[in-house]
């Protein structure tokens, strides 16, 4: 995985944090830090999620040596797995909030998109416009027209 902030720390570290804090983004789905860290961040928890979504033994075990605890894998794998089953991509969302009082440090919000108590609701995934309740109802209702034309063909 290519790392491209150093974010003042050695490779080991780094990682460490990383590591931790996708485990804690996992447990809260929202958490607050510094924006380069958020971004950073970002990269880990989207691919944690691909893991997550191909629910394989091998990706099993590529997600526990990134997330920490057992309780959050299994939250992975069940919850946020089956949450996000119809996205390609683009899981989780960075939104700044200003800057931190003592050092001026760029600060922001770091959440998994499509989950209650969104900051900002999430955009459709391309190519759907409507939210997957209502993509449902239309096609229930799209089935039930189609024998009703098909009758109307034949009796013409």
């Given amino acids: 995985m290519t790392i491209r902030r150093k974010l003042g720390r050695d490779a080991a570290h780094r990682w460490a944090m ?7 983004l996992i447990e809260l789905e929202r958490i607050k830090t510094t924006l ?3 971004k950073e961040l970002r990269k880990v928890a989207d691919r944690v999620v691909t893991y997550a979504k191909r629910g394989d033994k091998g990706s ?15 939250k992975l794998f069940t919850v946020m797995a089956e949450r996000y089953a ?3 991509g683009g899981y989780t969302r960075v939104i700044q909030i200003g800057r931190r009082r003592h050092d001026a440090a760029p600060m922001a919000f770091i959440e998994y998109v499509d989950r ?6 999430a955009r459709p995934p391309p190519g759907t416009l409507l939210p997957l309740s209502a993509r449902a109802a239309l096609q229930q209702q799209q089935q039930q027209q189609q024998p009703q034309q098909q009758q109307q063909q034949i009796q013409r």
Wanted: hydrophobic share 35%; proline share 9%.
């Fill in 18 to 24: 990383l590591r931790t804090m996708v485990t804690q």
């Fill in 36 to 38: 380069p860290k958020a």
């Fill in 60 to 74: 099993l075990v590529l997600a526990s040596g990134i997330v920490r605890t057992e309780r959050e894998l299994h």
């Fill in 86 to 88: 119809q996205r390609d």
């Fill in 116 to 121: 209650p108590d969104e900051l900002r609701p």
